[in-house]
């Protein structure tokens, strides 16, 4: 919290200027003096009340806007799922409304059981060759090939050749539950 105290000044500023607005109008048109409303936004002088909400007021912004940090960490860390011989690693934050993941697919002899679910799916193969059996089609994507289609219809993935596959994936919620199991 004291973090977001100390900021309150720099970020009064940066809305001051974003209005095109000087110091000294700024300061006439609440009634601070210019000497505390440059103390303030170089944090010289502790933001209060009595000085926030003219400010706030005048510029058309919330005080939390000014006490709340400007965005959270953006970095995903979720754990790696291992499951089925697949190595899923996730690339969204928990709850966000799109599913996206890193899939390392490793070569098999056998296509893996056919499955749907709700939704559809999109995904592009970074690494490796990708067997999709989608319905009766049978295919090989290759590095830089995309896919999207129906997740009603019938589909399976593995690598294709002795080496693993790299996709990145993207899902709906049932997409992702079927996926990883996970209860997202």
Same mark, same amino acid.
């Given at each position: 919290? +004291?973090?977001?105290?100390?900021?309150?000044?720099?970020?009064?500023?940066?809305?001051?200027?974003? +209005?095109?607005?000087?110091?000294?109008?700024?300061?006439?048109?609440?009634?601070?003096? #210019?000497?505390?409303?440059?103390?303030?936004?170089?944090?010289? +002088? #502790?933001?209060?009340?009595?000085?926030?909400?003219?400010?706030?007021? $005048?510029? /058309?912004?919330?005080?939390?806007?000014?006490?709340?940090?400007?965005?959270?960490?953006?970095? &995903?860390?979720?754990?790696?799922?291992?499951?089925?011989?697949? &190595?899923?690693?996730?690339?969204? %934050?928990?709850?966000?409304?799109? $599913?996206?993941?890193?899939?390392?697919?490793?070569?098999?002899?056998?296509?893996?059981?056919? +499955?749907?679910?709700?939704?559809?799916?999109?995904?592009?193969?970074?690494?490796?060759?990708?067997?999709?059996?989608?319905?009766? #089609?049978?295919? &090989?994507?290759?590095?830089?090939?995309?896919?999207?289609?129906?997740?009603?219809? %019938?589909?399976?993935?593995?690598?294709? /050749?002795?080496?693993?596959? #790299?996709?990145?994936?993207?899902?709906?919620?049932?997409?992702?539950?079927? $996926?990883?199991?996970?209860?997202?």
């Amino acid at each position: 919290m +004291r973090d977001e105290l100390a900021e309150i000044g720099a970020r009064l500023r940066a809305v001051r200027r974003s +209005r095109g607005l000087t110091l000294e109008e700024l300061s006439e048109r609440v009634g601070i003096s #210019q000497s505390t409303l440059s103390r303030l936004e170089s944090g010289k +002088r #502790q933001a209060g009340l009595e000085l926030l909400l003219p400010l706030t007021r $005048h510029l /058309g912004v919330r005080i939390d806007d000014l006490v709340s940090p400007d965005s959270p960490d953006p970095r &995903v860390r979720r754990p790696v799922i291992h499951r089925d011989g697949l &190595v899923i690693a996730p690339l969204a %934050p928990e709850g966000s409304p799109i $599913h996206t993941y890193k899939i390392t697919y490793p070569p098999v002899r056998e296509l893996p059981e056919l +499955r749907v679910h709700d939704g559809y799916e999109w995904l592009y193969v970074l690494t490796g060759r990708l067997r999709l059996r989608l319905g009766g #089609q049978e295919l &090989v994507l290759t590095r830089g090939e995309a896919a999207e289609f129906d997740t009603h219809v %019938p589909h399976a993935m593995s690598a294709a /050749g002795g080496k693993p596959a #790299q996709v990145i994936s993207i899902f709906n919620d049932a997409g992702a539950r079927m $996926h990883t199991h996970t209860t997202e």
